[in-house]
């Protein structure tokens, strides 16, 4: 759906954005290593800054240079991924927002900024939105992925929210989807249905491609909660897939206006 005239930016920012996430993440590099990998990244973000075009990064230099890209969100990114090395656990919400907002939000911010929607977007009410949509989704990815971040050695769900609903690491470890833990991620869900829902608003001002794009994101994300809430939270089995059925009610809530869900939502 990504007009022809955009398409070499939004790759570029999902090559980088996946690139450093896989340096993080993948491979049997140490925690040295990996650092280490991170801030050349970070140093070819320098050159670019300075009018160079980094080999690795020539891409995002041309994108950078043709959209007017601000710096700051992959720095942003950069930040987050960085994290992921050496933080495993999350003490509470507001410390899971905070790598949200530099692991998350630039995505939005650069999407809007590729379009050349600054005018429109750089009102506080619709960056907030943005973030709001960009939070949702990442929380939503950390929900349906549960397991294979814990055998990863992370767990994102806040220790707050374990502790809140009497949920133990042990229980994560052996994949078991009683009581207490369904409550905690239908708690969870709700948390970020209600923040896609918060970001809805966004959809309204944005010249109409790109409101179709982000509707079929939020029903996207919408989705998949459903779906979560439909093994009643058990993430432990088989990876959670959209089906082709999936994606034709994903297709009908993104163009068919609905009202607000009427599920409780938790702060």
């Given at each position: ?88 656990r999350y003490a509470t919400f507001a410390d ?94 709700a948390r970020a249905r209600a923040l896609l ?18 509707k079929g994101i939020i029903a996207g994300g ?46």
């Open positions: 759906m990504v007009p022809a005239r955009y398409r070499g930016a939004i790759v570029a920012i999902y090559r980088f954005a996946r690139a450093a996430d896989d340096i993080a993440d993948e491979g049997d590099c140490d925690v040295p290593a990996r650092l280490a990998a991170l801030e050349t990244c970070g140093a070819a973000l320098d050159a670019i800054e300075h009018g160079d075009t980094p080999t690795q990064l020539a891409d995002l230099a041309l994108a950078v240079r043709a959209h007017a890209l601000p710096l700051a969100p992959f720095r942003d990114l950069l930040s987050a991924f960085t994290q992921d090395v050496t933080v495993k899971l927002q905070d790598y949200c907002r530099r692991s998350a939000s630039p995505i939005g911010r650069l999407v809007l900024a590729v379009y050349g929607v600054q005018a429109i977007a750089q009102s506080p009410a619709n960056f907030a939105a943005s973030d709001a949509i960009c939070t949702a989704l990442q929380l939503t990815n950390f929900w349906q992925d549960v397991a294979a971040d814990y055998r990863r050695g992370r767990i994102y769900v806040p220790q707050e929210d374990l502790a809140r609903f009497d949920v133990t690491e042990s229980q994560i470890a052996d994949g078991r989807a009683d009581e207490k833990w369904r409550a905690l991620l239908a708690f969870e869900t829902e918060a970001g809805q608003p966004l959809t309204h001002v944005l010249p109409l491609r790109l409101a179709l794009e982000l919408l989705r998949v909660l459903d779906r979560i809430d439909a093994r009643k939270g058990d993430v432990f089995g088989a990876p959670l897939r959209l089906t082709a059925h999936d994606w034709v009610a994903v297709a009908f809530r993104a163009l068919v206006p609905r009202r607000a869900s009427s599920r409780p939502a938790s702060a």
